[in-house]
């Protein structure tokens, strides 16, 4: 039998009165390398099915694998960016085990002998920061996909067949290893979901991978138990796999904790296993038994070379890492003077590099914030784009943003020619010029429109030529009516006081 069906769920506040969570992250992350971990074919996502595959990547016999040099760069430069060590030395080894989408029988992978190891991460939750032990970084290959047809579940149980694909086998994967972490109970999901949004953020920053959960070029392996509170008594874990976005990570973390604690209260033991994650309901489900001593018959790869890379190399690698995230989000907070509300939003909204370009193209960062916090991402929200695949640039924003400034546009017409960009109608300039929404103050035209309203509005005249001042308002705002808001409304004012005072 695998896990608990009769436990009940404990509210997640519950169970944190009697149990401490403590809590452990895989992550699985695939390069963007051009090539395979081992050989020649194209390491691209989707495709005809097994369109890009060759006798290495099938595991056919007598076929002999070649390590990528471009992956063990992109690996020692993740290890780096997570202060690791790199092995002077290390080699591939051969997990054995039978899965009928790894043609090979054995996923080629490290062992005991990890490309990068004893590195940290400091992850920022609510204005404290957390220090996640990062035991290993290491590297493997990345297996083909099955798909099951028939069932109801899209699992093999119920399917009537399967098909494979091994357009996936073979392409380069870095799994990233946390040591356990305890924090606050509380703020356990919160950490665990905030490190695979910083690993993310690094591995991006990076440019190793394209990191897209819902691709599955990077997944998380949650794993928890729970100890009973101010006791050292580790609890038994479970390992809820390829758990593929953010929420879900903190979902799951929540969960679990639930079911733990239902178990536990109950007197019964917790299962070690995998389990399922389940996006609709937010649960769980038992996957397949597990224990720490799963025997996989490691043994060094023979067909492989040891990597040993100089430490010339890792030196000149690590000349090569971007500003880490966490710094850089610290260094623009500073620069743009945000408050850590402004700049908690700014990051939750996906919105940094875009606000980062905006003001590096000249605009003020509070305006750059100002319209992509609240009329682009309401314009995302509506076509349910990402901020960023708007077709609006930075450049554009910060066009806008300097019209505005220099009284060619107000807010409201700045919203129009938003709306013609983003319908493809062109450049700002050019939505400007076609639908004629420059501001005029042009005291020509300005003083027509003056002058029409002054003879339509006689009361309104008087009151002012009276000195009644205030009344000066609906001429304007009659003036603003008939230029259809696109009149310098001070220039307005003051032509008006001239005229009548
Ligand atoms: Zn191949």
């Not at 073979?170 to 946390?178: F, Q, S, Y």
């Amino acid at each position: 039998m695998t896990g608990n069906v009769t436990g009940t769920l404990v509210p997640f506040d519950e169970a944190l009165n009697r149990y401490d969570p403590v809590m452990g992250l895989e992550v699985h992350v695939e390069l963007n390398t051009a090539t395979k971990m081992f050989c020649g074919c194209p390491a691209v996502f989707g495709g005809q099915p097994n369109t890009n595959v060759c006798p290495v990547c099938l595991g056919l016999p007598g076929a002999l694998p070649v390590v990528n040099g471009k992956a063990v760069e992109s690996a020692i430069r993740i290890g780096l960016a997570l202060n690791c060590d790199i092995a002077e030395w290390c080699r591939f080894a051969r997990k054995n085990y039978f899965y009928p989408d790894m043609p090979k029988n054995f996923q080629t992978s490290q062992y005991d002998e990890p490309i990068a190891f004893d590195g940290f991460m400091d992850v920022e939750v609510d204005g404290e920061t957390h220090r996640i032990q990062v035991e290993r970084a290491h590297m493997e290959e990345d297996t083909g996909k099955s798909s099951h047809v028939g069932g109801a579940t899209g699992r093999i149980h119920g399917a009537d067949y399967s098909l494979l694909d091994y357009n996936r086998a073979g392409i380069p994967l870095i799994e990233i290893v946390t040591r356990t972490f305890e924090v606050p109970g509380h703020k356990a999901p919160l950490v665990a979901r905030a490190y695979v949004q910083q690993l993310r953020d690094l591995v991006l920053a990076l440019g190793v991978s394209d990191a897209r959960m819902d691709q599955g070029s990077l997944r998380c392996d949650v794993n928890l138990s729970l100890k009973p509170t101010g006791t050292a008594l580790l609890g038994t874990r479970s390992e809820t796999k390829n758990v593929n976005s953010f929420r879900s990570v903190e979902r799951a973390a929540r969960y679990e904790v639930s079911r733990h604690a239902g178990i536990l209260d109950a007197g019964e033991r917790v299962v070690q296993e995998t389990r399922h994650f389940h996006e609709d309901t937010g649960t769980t489900s038992p996957g397949r038994e597990k224990s720490d001593a799963d025997d996989y018959r490691y043994f060094p790869e023979p067909d492989l070379a040891p990597v040993a890379p100089s430490r010339a190399w890792v030196e000149e690698l690590r000349g090569t890492l971007p500003e880490p995230p966490t710094e850089r989000r610290r260094r623009l907070q500073s620069e743009w003077g945000f408050s850590d509300l402004e700049m908690r939003d700014t990051a939750g909204a996906g919105a940094m590099d875009l606000v980062a370009a905006t003001v590096e193209a000249g605009a003020a960062p509070q305006a750059a914030r100002k319209w992509w916090l609240s009329d682009l991402a309401r314009r995302a929200n509506e076509t349910e784009v990402g901020l960023a695949a708007l077709a609006v640039t930075p450049a554009d924003v910060a066009r806008i943003q300097a019209l505005v400034e220099e009284g060619s546009l107000n807010d409201k017409l700045a919203r129009q020619v938003f709306d013609g960009v983003l319908a493809g109608e062109g450049t700002p300039d050019e939505v400007v010029a076609a639908h004629g929404l420059a501001i005029v103050s042009d005291d020509g035209a300005l003083t027509e429109a003056v002058d029409r309203a002054i003879a339509a509005n006689p009361d309104a005249a008087d009151k002012i030529r009276d000195g009644k001042v205030a009344a000066a308002g609906a001429l304007i705002g009659a003036v603003m009516k008939e230029m259809r808001g696109k009149a310098d409304a001070a220039r307005v004012r003051e032509l008006i006081l001239e005229k009548l005072t």
